[in-house]
């Protein structure tokens, strides 16, 4: 057990850590409601409002990628199917990393430690941004803390039951992110060596989640194929400067932000790994090689497109992060003045990143003034065997009704068609949603022009996969057009990016592709 003098009484560290999580609703619970609705969510809520069975098939096998935060919000989805509970799940998941953050540093020395870590985690621009962004982001910073949590808990008390405990913890993470199948990886490492053969009887239940994972295996390799992941690709996930970039955005977004109060958080991190390599040697090396590896290792991978290379993949390491300045701030005299000087610091700080709802063309279309009308039309007229194109802010917030449709994704062709392959055949009317933004346009057939967004109805009924697609590229190709100049560069790219992979699926099925 940590020394009684690196504690602080329970009663007083319990309501610091009540504060904390305060703090963080405080901050997240406006953006719930005030944040614009972002095409990544919508891929979370289209998806998660289709049935369970095929959630597991789109998720896993069409997709390639990990399943659980799909499979939680389509359970929240049966109480309340809408946007912002899709964000209230994020929120709650990250309220709870922050609670999960004080029991990690509490068993690692004490409760000052934990009180810390749980300042660091509730004032972090990971969370911050995250926590109310309706993707699997929170829910992956949760996972870890609590994964990293029953690791620790296992190394104190090594038993049967403990080593089931972090197991489960552990198979939580591919089962949240594909990235965290690296950081079990490295975990499994790291448990092999502190285990050093020792009787095989306790570890069983390690074994029972290692087989447990391979449906996460699977999965993850039809990700790759889907990035076009192979020896014989010409171009690299990421340059050295771009992995470089990753780690250090991530850095800022878990404390500190920019200028000196990121100096602070660094600093104090820098103290805390080297107080842990004394006393915990092999949370070190999984924190940081963990961290490490997925950078390292995609400017190693080659692939034919360009994934966007973002601090968010790395929000797994945020526990880890505030652990390590938890231990720190527990050696430091006047504890309580230190923690307040810290809370301060994490107050002050800057998010250290961006948030994707404002820096895409498409982020500002999400507001409720933009989607408003187009979803309410929507609402009133889509059925059960429309087809909707592609995923869209607009058809995220005609939710519940638009999520009885067939929701398509864009950008690449393998899950393009493999989610054409769940339509049932005749479908019935196609939507084509596009982002016109303050982009006049002139009549286009079955279009109905909402401002921001233009809404294409082409009736159906659709005889099959080809036809649907080449019913979507005519109706991009005669809103385009149909465009009065100037036309933003961004725009213009939407336009040009979503018709070549229409065109690319119809040559892939052996149909033509054009307009006339």
């Keep these: 057990m940590p020394p009684s003098r690196t504690s602080l009484p329970r009663l007083a560290a319990w ?22 609705l972002f095409e990544d969510e919508a891929v979370s809520g289209l998806i998660s409002a289709r049935p369970f069975g095929e959630i597991i098939a789109t998720t896993v096998w069409d997709r390639g990628g990990a399943p659980l935060h799909f499979l939680l919000v389509h359970l929240g989805f049966l109480f309340d199917s809408s946007p912002e509970a899709l964000r209230w799940i994020s929120v709650v998941f990250a309220v709870g990393t922050v609670a999960l953050c004080y029991d990690l540093g509490r068993r690692l020395d004490g409760r000052t430690a934990g009180v810390a870590a749980a300042i660091v985690a509730a004032g972090s621009g990971m969370l911050a941004v995250y926590g109310s962004f309706g993707r699997m982001y929170a829910l992956f910073a949760f996972a870890a803390a609590l994964a990293v949590d029953l690791f620790v808990l296992c190394l104190q008390h090594p038993t049967t039951g403990t080593v089931a405990a972090a197991s489960a913890g552990a198979w939580l993470l591919p089962a949240v992110h594909p990235y965290g199948g690296i950081v079990v990886a490295v975990e499994a490492a790291v448990a092999l060596i502190v285990w050093r053969g020792r009787p095989l009887r306790p570890a069983w239940p390690a074994l029972v989640a290692l087989v447990a994972m391979i449906p996460f295996a699977v999965a993850d390799l039809r990700l790759a194929n889907r990035f076009e992941v192979s020896s014989g690709q010409k171009g690299r996930l990421a340059t050295w400067d771009e992995a470089r970039h990753q780690l250090w955005d991530a850095v800022r977004g878990f404390g500190g932000g920019s200028g000196w109060t990121l100096v602070v958080f660094a600093v104090l991190a820098v103290t805390g790994i080297a107080i842990l390599l004394r006393k915990r040697p092999e949370l070190v090396a999984w924190g940081l090689i963990a961290f490490a590896g997925p950078p390292l290792l995609s400017t190693l991978v080659r692939t034919g497109r360009a994934p966007d290379l973002s601090p968010r993949h790395l929000i797994f390491a945020l526990p880890f992060f505030a652990a390590f300045v938890g231990v720190a701030v527990a050696r430091l005299p006047a504890r309580p003045l230190a923690l307040a000087g810290l809370a301060f610091v994490a107050v002050l700080s800057t998010q250290g990143i961006h948030d994707p709802r404002s820096i895409t063309y498409t982020a500002a279309l999400g507001s409720e003034r933009a989607v408003a009308a187009p979803a309410a039309w929507l609402r009133e007229n889509v059925q059960p065997n ?11 917030a005609a939710l519940p009704e638009a999520g009885e449709a067939r929701g398509l994704p864009r950008a690449q062709v393998q899950s393009l068609l493999a989610a054409l392959d769940r339509v049932d055949y005749p479908s019935g009317d196609l939507y084509v949603a596009v982002p016109a933004g303050t982009t ?5 057939t079955g279009g109905r022009d909402f401002g921001s967004w233009l809404l294409i109805r082409v009736e159906g009924p659709f005889a ?38 229409l065109c690319e699926s119809l040559v892939e099925l052996g149909s033509g592709c054009g307009t006339e």
Excluded: H, I, M
């Design 464 to 501: 099959d996969r080809a036809a649907v697609l080449a019913a979507a590229e005519r109706s991009l190709a005669s809103a385009q057009a149909q465009l009065e100049p100037p036309v933003p560069a961004a725009l213009a790219g939407w336009f040009e990016l979503n018709r070549s992979v």
């Design 440 to 444: 006049k346009t002139g009549p286009v």
């Design 15 to 36: 309501g610091a850590v009540a504060a904390a999580c305060a703090y963080l609703l405080v901050e997240l619970a406006p953006d719930v409601r005030s944040k614009p």
């Design 386 to 396: 429309d087809v909707l194109y592609p995923y869209s802010s607009v058809f995220l």
